[in-house]
């Protein structure tokens, strides 16, 4: 079992930028990949970006540029650096981590973009 908490969400302004935050605890060890998905009001979840534990990094076309993700294995966490924010980031984002058996999730955290 992991468990996942976000963090660091809120209110920001076009053009901002805002920094999520992502904290695993249980069984850490198994983690192979960790990532970000958002899901905003009425939509579908869609996926963000994910970072591997050598490091490897892969975003969304809608986010490339914009947003980069870290990786603290020694830390357990996992930020989400978000720049030049756009109404369209609006959304729940949720972190999550996968296993290779299965795919865990945090709860989500609202980050909301005013025009």
């Known amino acids: 079992q992991v468990q996942l908490v976000e963090s660091g969400g809120g209110v920001v302004q076009a053009g901002g930028s805002l920094r999520l935050s992502c904290s695993a605890s249980?069984?850490?060890?198994?983690?192979?990949?960790m990532g970000w998905s958002r899901q905003a009001p009425g939509k579908q979840r869609e996926w963000v970006a994910a970072?591997?534990?050598?490091?490897?990094?892969n975003y969304a076309d809608s986010v490339k540029g914009r947003f980069t993700i870290y990786r603290d294995i020694a830390k357990n966490t996992k930020d989400l650096q978000m720049g030049s924010l756009k109404p369209e980031d609006t959304a729940v984002y949720y972190c999550?981590?996968?296993?290779?058996?299965?795919?865990?999730w945090g709860r989500g955290i609202q980050v909301t973009v005013s025009a």
């Open positions: 999550y981590a996968d296993t290779g058996v299965e795919r865990y």
């Open positions: 249980g069984s850490i060890f198994s983690i192979t990949i």
């Open positions: 970072v591997t534990g050598g490091g490897r990094t």
